[in-house]
């Protein structure tokens, strides 16, 4: 058996990127000593391939191969008298665990490995789910008679061909097994005549009382102070930043404050058309949309975010519902909600497609239902219009309405607003619209992002039109983030920071610069390295950061230029990024995507520490994981929303 092939690795170019008036430190006495040297031709070169105090321990019994140095090849090509990092082991060198291990050379020995023991027959080996729901996927067993049966006659509409399914030979005499179960009901409207207390509602401003994020606070209604578009006209993603009037906000117990690098949650609501399509669809009268009635919940959190789980009877309306509890287009479709709408389809053909998805037959092309583009619940009705499920058994396998965290983008402590002779106080986040293309051909934006777009957008139309933007009282529903956040959280006012961040991942690190400025000095240093497309387009704050930017701040352009990433911008500030994670009290946080720019500066830290300390990948991966333990290395990853 072979190894898998090893990750490459990406030099760090060899440039005076660290800072002139700071001396690289010297490195904890757990750590190698680097130092240079000249290498001779005619001498072996040392091993680098040193384990630093985090290192795995290999068992006696494993098997060992010689300690081999990964840059001798190159170390025999470099000119005689130049010099190289060289690392001096400060414990004895211990033999590397091998990297593979032979387990077969026979048949034989397979027949062991597979069964348990030699001469017997091979066996299958026992299934493991993937999580892909590759091993839920069964055949469609046509019966040779009805071969020649009526196919499935697809629905003739842009919703359905938007879902993009792949139905293979299903016919309407396709047998079909392993289907989900339809959903129990959990969620019930009591009679008119039973008693309701039902107070004034403002459903379009306002969650109900209910929706409470952490009990007891409740949510507060935060007056929009202004609003601004980051970004240029042409950025691929727009950016807005938001001025979050925060005054009157009720004080909670345990001295609890907004703090740096802390958070604002938003509950936004589900858009009012798209309210207004789902009860099309479901016919429901127009006169019951907003009629008071008494909700009854068998069990669970729902329609409260992080209540307790337990019985509940509420005085609400269906349109509250709809509106502020239950998320119609953030999360994929399941085989619950699928089960419930073939349940109520009048159409064979559309009930058949919906059980086939909901079938173990139907698993492959279920998969890529859920994979693909975003589907809302109303896109789903008017792809099978047949189908009108009751509201409460549709509200009772909807997902909760979540609220959206942004992260503050100013030090909350020092932000205000003068209205005449009185500093009102103010928080400031930035928000990113993540839009694609819904199956009508416009736009789709997430739910956080569009609705405070919305407002965004009444405020600079009212700006044209030469109305102050503060007479319109627009609110947003917002609460203070829960501080488990580990921007706040491992935030401290000593010791040099590195912050990397791309895109509206740099906002948080903004307050972490104006918080700094109070504390300047050799020991408090802070740098920021930033991502960006196009300077001209979405470079965000520039100019706001409250200090001489080019003395902290680089900025890199992937589009522009020489089309460096944020990550290549790490490799080439390696002496930055060893003096800071090095240094007492250090710390290097990272802000951004996860599947892109996030996982490439981890590898760059790694290349990072491959170079500095002579370390191999897997070496230099513990040491990493180590700084996250002493939080020393901070990642934060952000999600659509």
């Given amino acids: 058996m072979s190894a898998s092939r090893p990750e490459e690795h990406t030099c760090c170019p060899e440039t005076a990127t660290s800072h002139p008036n700071d001396p690289v430190p010297e490195e904890p006495k757990d750590f190698p000593s680097v130092h240079l040297c000249p290498i001779k031709t005619n001498q072996s070169a040392q091993s680098s391939a040193t384990s630093l105090h985090f290192t795995d321990t290999s068992s006696p019994d494993s098997p060992s191969t010689p300690a081999t140095d990964p840059q001798v090849d190159d170390a025999l090509e470099r000119p005689k008298d130049e010099q190289v990092a060289v690392v001096e082991p400060s414990t004895p060198r211990r033999q590397r665990r091998a990297s593979t291990k032979l387990i077969s050379q026979s048949p034989e020995d397979v027949k062991r490995i597979l069964v348990g023991k030699a ?12 999580g892909g729901g590759c091993c839920f996927l069964e055949s469609l067993n046509e019966d040779p008679k009805t071969s020649a049966g009526l196919p499935v006659v697809v629905p003739d509409n842009d919703a359905f061909r938007s879902l993009g399914l792949k139905l293979g030979p299903l016919s309407l005499e396709s047998e ?3 289907l989900a179960e339809l959903p129990t009901e959990n969620v019930s409207f009591l009679r008119h005549s039973e008693p309701i207390f039902a107070e004034a509602s403002s459903v379009k401003d ?18 929009v102070h202004h609003a601004r578009e980051l970004t240029k006209p042409g950025a691929e993603k727009r950016t807005y930043h938001f ?8 004080v909670e117990g345990g001295d609890v404050d907004f703090v740096v690098g802390g958070a604002a949650g938003v509950c936004p609501p589900n858009p009012e058309e798209l309210v207004e399509d789902l009860f099309d669809l479901l016919s429901v009268p127009r006169f019951l949309r907003d009629k008071p009635v008494s909700l009854k919940t068998n069990g669970g959190r729902w329609p409260t975010i992080w209540g307790e789980e337990m019985p509940r009877q509420l005085a609400t309306t269906r349109r509250e519902l709809l509106t502020w509890c239950s998320d119609l287009q953030s999360y994929p479709p399941t085989k619950p909600l699928l089960r419930l709408l073939a349940e109520y389809a009048d159409a064979p053909n559309e009930r058949k497609i919906l059980l086939y998805l909901s079938s173990a037959q139907g698993q492959a092309a279920f998969c890529d239902l859920r994979t693909g583009p975003h589907i809302t619940v109303p896109q789903l009705l008017h792809a099978f219009p047949s189908s009108k499920p009751p509201l409460t058994q549709l509200l009772s396998v909807l997902d909760t309405l979540s609220p959206r965290f942004y992260s503050l983008s100013q030090d909350p402590q020092t932000s205000c607003r003068r209205d005449g002779t009185y500093c009102r106080r103010i928080i400031e986040i930035a928000v990113t619209v993540h839009e694609t293309p819904n199956w009508r051909g416009g736009p789709r934006t997430g739910v956080g992002s569009g609705f405070l777009e919305r407002i965004a957008r009444k405020i600079t139309e009212a ?8 007479d319109l009282d627009l609110r947003v529903p917002m609460f203070r983030g829960l501080m488990a956040n580990p921007l706040a959280r491992e935030f401290v006012t000593d010791g040099p920071m590195l912050l990397i961040g791309a895109g509206v991942g740099v906002a948080p690190f903004r307050g972490f610069v104006q918080r700094r400025l109070k504390s300047a000095n050799c020991a408090n240093k802070v740098w920021v390295l930033q991502g960006i497309r196009d300077s001209l387009l979405d470079e965000l704050y520039g100019g706001e950061w409250g200090v001489d930017e080019e003395k902290v701040r680089t900025v890199v352009q992937s589009r522009t230029g020489e089309g460096i990433y944020v990550q290549d911008e790490v490799r080439r500030q390696a002496d930055l990024v060893w003096f800071v994670i090095n240094a007492l009290d250090g710390r290097v946080f990272v802000c951004g995507s996860s599947k892109g720019m996030g996982e490439g500066v981890e590898r760059a830290l790694v290349d990072v520490v491959i170079d500095k300390a002579s370390l191999n990948r897997e070496e230099a991966e513990r040491f990493w994981e180590q700084k996250k333990l002493d939080k020393q290395y901070i990642t934060l990853k952000n999600k659509k929303v």
């Fill in 206 to 223: 306002h969650p109900p009382k209910f929706v409470t994020p952490h009990p007891p606070y409740e949510v507060f209604s935060a007056k």
């Fill in 119 to 130: 001469g017997a027959n091979t066996e299958l080996v026992e299934k493991f789910c993937c």
């Fill in 243 to 250: 001025d979050l009037d925060v005054t009157d906000y009720p």
């Fill in 463 to 470: 700006e044209e039109n030469g109305i102050n933007p503060w």
């Fill in 176 to 178: 079909l097994t392993k």
